[in-house]
């Protein structure tokens, strides 16, 4: 009786994208020319050593103006008349790594509404239509250890979009249904994070090692959005948006001159002031070396990924090592790629890096996929490759090859103009010297084997290693104890959000009971809905156009007390989802899958709002039931599920049920034409709202009632 809309449409999303999948270029293999060789005048196939490398062309820093507004702001003008285009982007010292314990998320939301909220002039909207209307685009994001406000338009629009630029900057009007999108769609995100195991190994690898109760491992949860409300973007926002705090830079097709007047004229009047902005939190937390399980029993593979702590970019170890993990796992050429896939053939993926960051040590990090049944093989083969490069110097054919994809990579950061300003201003914000770029190349190029194996030695602890592995131990080829070191379980389980509830008291409890029997007798009576063991009921769907704008006819069949299947005829297919209220499945033109927690959850809230219990949930003690005012029932049970029913006080039978969705944002659905089915009445159309959205509009054609129903029936695999 209740639309279960989540699971079939994330699979509708999944197939989508599986189609669209391409294979990208890595970029950054080395651009070199190919000359013939001894082995392709024999008919083989080519050695990368005999690829030829050019000469790197050398980088050339342009003249780039520097001054310093009344205000404060630091500005970098680089003339580019290459193209008849102007850009410019604001960096803001800020970060996500200053969000507070209790409302992470708080920096992200900021970052986005900053630009998508408006201004006090103009809605979001609007600015999307002027600036669509003129092929340019003002941005807005705020990420670990910075804010940033960025532009692109051609010449000829420049001074519309600075205006628009400088009100998005200095103006932001954050507005509250805004507000509420952003956190529904970080909702979204959170409810979403455990589909994609590789994306859970990454995600665990890093918690784990920052520690997951640090800004550098902490994630943004239900409760920790929920919490965020308008004034705390405002008040984010006034803390770190202000012109000492920001450095600018604009290049392209203008006069330095004619750039300097506007922008001086543009931000006269913003002479905003704040305190300095502290440093960003230190890494100080201490991982517990081991190995750390994920069980996801929906995969057929495993993805993994083991390392500890990596360095800074101003190391003096860095270019070493740097060079030292792409011979162990940078490339098709590197150690990990062509004994632990190709000669082993234990890996569909495998790479290594050495992570630095500006201002905090980056991760040290191995990491790829195996089949379940060579899990453990393929860690220990990966593990025994890190401390062959502990043991013995490299090849000198691996250490020329390294170092020259390292250092052509790295002259790509400086192939255009505008590259080459962004890379100067990102070392001017974390205070780098001008001349980094150059010792770091002259670095590199000094090299040695010698050096590799030293930091290797020096760097890389595999006494100290954590160990992420993502997958179905029954299917594991031996127990991941067998890599001698503890075993701890990841807990993947979502908290669910908080529902608000009314405030209850006996009296309130009391009448909530009586309202809830009105609503049942006006629906045909308790006994009615007591007599009613199993339905099945055919309706179609038609979704909005901003939501996917497919229609769905969809076959839902129910069985007392929580036997629950649904069949939808999708464009691209049948996807069919059954659960017995403990486990299930789902089956789609891509495969079948064991249902997750996710989708069981979203299950257990359907079957929670079945009209069959849930008119009954007065003389049900797992339940309570409560006069929330306003003609509102609210029902709530002790597994943490909760609705809001509006009832017609003329009729007594139901206009709405509100709910928060199991990933997050709220549910409304609307309900009409009301006709007999059997000995009870139901309502025969639905229309959906998503956060305050029109979502989708419903209609049911047949319910049918008592059809002798048995579980081997519902439960019969497509």
Known sequence: MKYLLIAPLAVAAAYAQTAAAATNAHAGQPAAAIHQGPAQSAGIAPSYKDLKYPPLKQIRIPHVEEYTLANGMRVYLLENHELPLVRGLALVRTGNLFDPPDKIGLAT????????????????????????????????????????????????????????????????????????????????????????????SQREF????????????????????????????????????????????????????????????????????QAPVPPFPKVDHTPKPGIYLATKTD??????????????????????????SYILGGGFQSRLFKRVRTDLGLAYSISASWGADYDHPGLFEVS??????????????????????????????????????????????????????????????????????????????????????????????????????????????????????????????????????????????????QMLEKVAQAMGGEAAFQAVKDYVQTSSLQVDAAAGGMKLNQTEEWLAPSYFRQEEILPFGKVTVYSDGRSGWMASPQGQKTMGPAELRQVESSLFRNWFTLLRSGSNPERTVNDAGKHQIEISDKAGHSLLLTVDPATNLPTRETFAESGGGTVQEEYSDWQAAGDVKLPRKVTIIRDGKHFAEGVISSIRLNTGLTPEEISKKP
């Open 206 to 273: 890093a918690d784990t090692i920052y520690g997951h109760h640090t800004p550098y491992g902490w994630d943004e949860e239900y409760a920790t959005v929920d919490n965020i409300q308008r004034q705390d973007a405002v008040n984010f926002y006034k803390r770190y948006f202000f012109p000492a705090n920001i450095i600018l830079a604009v290049q392209g097709d203008f006069s330095s001159a004619e750039m300097k007047t506007k922008l001086d004229q543009l931000f006269a009047s913003w002479d905003y002031k």
């Open 109 to 200: 939301l900021t970052g986005s509404a900053i630009r998508s909220g408006g201004t006090s002039k103009k809605t979001g909207e609007q600015l999307d239509e002027q600036l669509e209307n003129i092929a340019a685009s003002v941005e807005s994001s705020i990420s670990e250890t910075f804010g940033s406000v960025s532009f692109s338009t051609l010449k000829e629009t420049t001074d519309e979009v600075l205006g628009v630029f400088h009100d998005v900057l200095t103006d932001p009007a954050f507005r509250e249904a805004r507000i509420e999108l952003i956190k529904s769609q970080m909702r979204t995100s959170i409810s979403r994070r455990n589909d994609d195991a590789g994306g859970i």
């Open 299 to 324: 995969v057929t593979q495993t993805n993994f990924a083991f390392g500890e702590l990596g360095g800074e970019l101003d190391s003096k170890d860095y270019p070493a090592l740097e060079v030292m």
């Open 368 to 513: 790829g996929s195996t089949k379940s049944g060579s899990t453990e093989e393929a860690i220990a083969a990966s593990r025994q490759e890190v401390e062959r490069m502990r043991e013995t110097e490299v090849s000198p054919d691996e250490l020329e090859y390294a170092k020259q994809t390292v250092l052509n990579g790295f002259v790509f950061n400086f192939d255009t103009p505008s590259k080459t300003l962004n890379r100067l201003l990102t070392y001017r914000y974390y205070g780098y010297p001008d001349d980094f770029i150059f010792t770091y190349q002259k670095a590199v190029e000094r090299v040695t084997q010698a050096d590799v194996l030293r930091v290797a030695k020096q760097y890389l602890d595999p006494v100290k290693f954590v160990y992420i592995a993502v997958g179905n131990p029954k299917d594991f080829d031996k127990p991941l104890s067998s890599l001698g070191m503890p075993v701890s379980d990841i807990d993947l389980t979502i908290p669910e959000p908080k529902a608000a509830s009314a405030k209850a008291d006996v009296q309130s409890l009391a009448r909530g009971k």
